[in-house]
């Protein structure tokens, strides 16, 4: 199959990388990618992972036309004011024909249900497994191995910049050399305050909350507060009382609506939500049948996000 990349910075690259890896067992090969101050490549015999770029294609339109790619991946930055324009380059690649896959959360959070039914009409697919714990299975979780189970919430450290930050601040160093870390790592949004501000986590918690509760929330609607005022003062103070800090996201159904919160939260250390180490992440879910049960990653990194996108990828694949 002929992919099509829009926005190839560290997640792209980090699935071409593994697109690479696996080629001889999963012959996809990209095709086009799209950028916004680099230009755009294409080569139907497939781009190495570090192609020549050209000229920038000067719409998204046009880049997909050029492209005759039968998948496109939207991995352009995260707007938590309104998920564009990546919700727009999504509605393009469908109305050309193409099958979606994205790791951008905003399109998830904020158009969701009406993507899905746009895909639907077409007879195509919108997947978004990377978009919340990298490439954990969480989306598919709920799908494939949860039927008939009605989620009633959720609990989820599923930022992992924070978790490096605050890491850092726990060893003496100041907030921006936690981002410094984060940056390295590949991790950090593009603008970093959507991470320390906590709009990653609403924006997760949305997506997840609308997609596997039914919620009809925006990120707007999350009651955030994020880790910006905490200090490594602060932090030391709270570790000295035996506890520690996370930026958890939670999700309840109360009085027939979803109320979602995201807030840096003092946890005791036995605390399951307090157990994640480095970038680690993890997610309960508190069901009607199954009780709660979760899922984890330790210590994932970009090489996990890329596979969030591979593993859609080869679903798409199997079921034509
Ligand atoms: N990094 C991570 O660990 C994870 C990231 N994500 C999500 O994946 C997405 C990509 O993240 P990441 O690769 O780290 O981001 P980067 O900032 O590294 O790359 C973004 C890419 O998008 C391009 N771009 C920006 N705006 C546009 C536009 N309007 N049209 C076309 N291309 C555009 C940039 O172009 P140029 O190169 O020219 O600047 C760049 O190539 C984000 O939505 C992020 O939230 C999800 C899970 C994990
Ligand atoms: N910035 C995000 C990247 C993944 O979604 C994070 O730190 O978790």
């Given at each position: 199959m002929r992919v099509a990349i829009i926005g190839y910075g560290n997640v792209g690259r980090a699935f071409a990388r593994l697109l690479e890896q696996k080629r001889s067992a999963y012959p996809f090969r990209i095709v086009a990618v799209h950028t916004a101050r680099h230009g755009s490549a294409y080569d139907l015999k497939g781009l190495p992972v570090e192609p020549a770029f050209g000229p920038a294609a000067p719409t998204v339109d046009e880049f997909l036309a050029n492209a005759r790619a039968e998948i496109a991946l939207e991995l352009t930055p995260l707007n938590p004011e309104s998920g564009e324009p990546a919700i727009t380059h999504i509605r393009t690649a469908l109305q050309r024909g193409m099958h979606v896959i994205t790791a951008n959360k905003g399109p998830v959070a904020f158009a969701s249900a009406a993507l899905h039914e746009e895909a639907r009409r077409a007879g195509l697919e919108f997947r978004y497994e990377a978009t919340t714990m990298d490439g954990t299975p969480v989306y598919n979780l709920v799908r494939n191995n949860l039927p008939g189970v009605k989620i009633e919430g959720f609990a989820g450290v599923f930022n992992s910049t924070t978790k490096v930050i605050l890491a850092a601040m726990s060893?003496?160093?100041?907030?921006?050399?936690?981002?410094?870390?984060?940056?390295?790592?590949?991790?950090?949004?593009?603008?970093?305050?959507?991470?320390?501000?906590?709009?990653?986590?609403?924006?997760?918690?949305?997506?997840?909350?609308?997609?596997?509760?039914?919620?009809?929330?925006?990120?707007?609607?999350?009651?955030?507060?994020?880790?910006?005022?905490?200090?490594?003062?602060?932090?030391?103070?709270?570790?000295?009382?035996?506890?520690?800090?996370?930026?958890?996201?939670?999700?309840?159904?109360?009085?027939?609506?979803?109320?979602?919160?995201?807030?840096?939260?003092?946890?005791?250390?036995?605390?399951?939500?307090?157990?994640?180490?480095?970038?680690?992440?993890?997610?309960?879910?508190?069901?009607?049948?199954?009780?709660?049960?979760?899922?984890?990653?330790?210590k994932p990194g970009l090489d996990q996000t890329a596979y969030g996108l591979f593993s859609d990828l080869v679903d798409i694949a199997r079921s034509l």
């Open positions: 060893r003496g160093l100041t907030l921006d050399e936690g981002i410094a870390e984060a940056r390295t790592l590949g991790i950090a949004e593009a603008d970093p305050v959507f991470d320390i501000d906590g709009w990653d986590s609403a924006c997760k918690a949305a997506a997840l909350a609308n997609v596997i509760m039914d919620a009809r929330v925006t990120p707007q609607q999350v009651d955030r507060r994020g880790i910006g005022k905490l200090t490594p003062e602060k932090l030391a103070e709270i570790q000295a009382t035996g506890k520690t800090v996370a930026l958890v996201a939670r999700a309840k159904r109360a009085a027939g609506a979803v109320k979602l919160r995201v807030r840096a939260e003092v946890l005791d250390k036995d605390d399951i939500l307090a157990s994640m180490r480095g970038t680690s992440n993890l997610l309960v879910l508190e069901t009607d049948l199954m009780g709660k049960l979760g899922v984890f990653t330790l």
